[in-house]
């Protein structure tokens, strides 16, 4: 069963590691990293943009899936289905469909607007005991066709957002979602360290997971991080294993053209990254 990422994100909080979420795209990717979790005894929470909800023929499908694959492979850690970078109406249609967690990203719009739309959809989530994410300060990188520059979230405008009792809070510090250019800056800690000071207790959420190196992630995690976003590092991992399957003609052997065969390599490869993440966030026996 589907649970909300509440508990599990207020006890890595106190714990001192962060729970991983990783954006699925497809069954196997679904599956790859249910079965990771499962193995590793860990919590987990299955990331799904808005662009993938529609690639997997909407949010009900999506559901069906990871419900029918929870009660199939006997997983028993905790799992969370989250709605990531969520509108205001996506929102909406998640809590219809059977979303156990969501996101409102609310982060373009200005402060007393994200104000009153959080509130709104904080209380539409928790009628349904759904938790609920919110964004203070634009996330760099292109997530979806959105693009930002990577700034650092005002600390004030945080406590405001963490007031109005989200579940946990994504703040902008430098991150930037996709891969980091060369001349990178690296991840604000003051800006962390200040927006941990005015929230508390509060978990914090780190996006754009990918290639920040792992001492920044140790010390993001020390600093109140419990939820670090992967997503665009499977999708590197499944895109070169993949590769290399075809360009050493496999799919020319015998039955190799079958796609069980096909994309057995990149499964591999997702479940690798997923377990070197849940080994660096410290989430490994913590279900
Ligand atoms: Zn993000």
Known sequence: MLVSATEMLNKAKAGHYAVGQFNINNLEWTKAILQTAQELNSPVILGVSEGAGKYMCGYQTVVGMVNGMLKELNITVPVALHLDHGSYEHCYKCLEAGFSSIMFDGSHYPIEENVEKTKELVKAAHDKGVSIEAEVG??????????????????????????LGVDFLAAGIGNIHGKYPANWKGLSFETLDAVQQKTG????VLH???GIPADMIKKAISLGV?????NTECQLSFAAATRKYVEEGKDQQGKGYDPRKLLAPGFEAIKATVKEKMELFGSVGKA
């Not at 634009?138 to 990577?150: K, L, P, R, Y």
């Open 138 to 163: 634009a996330i760099g990188g292109e997530e979806d066709g959105v693009i930002g520059m990577g700034e650092c979230a005002d600390p004030e405008e945080c406590k405001k957002i963490a007031d």
């Open 201 to 204: 207790d509060l978990p914090l």
């Open 208 to 210: 754009g997971g990918t």
């Open 226 to 230: 419990a939820k670090i976003n992967v």
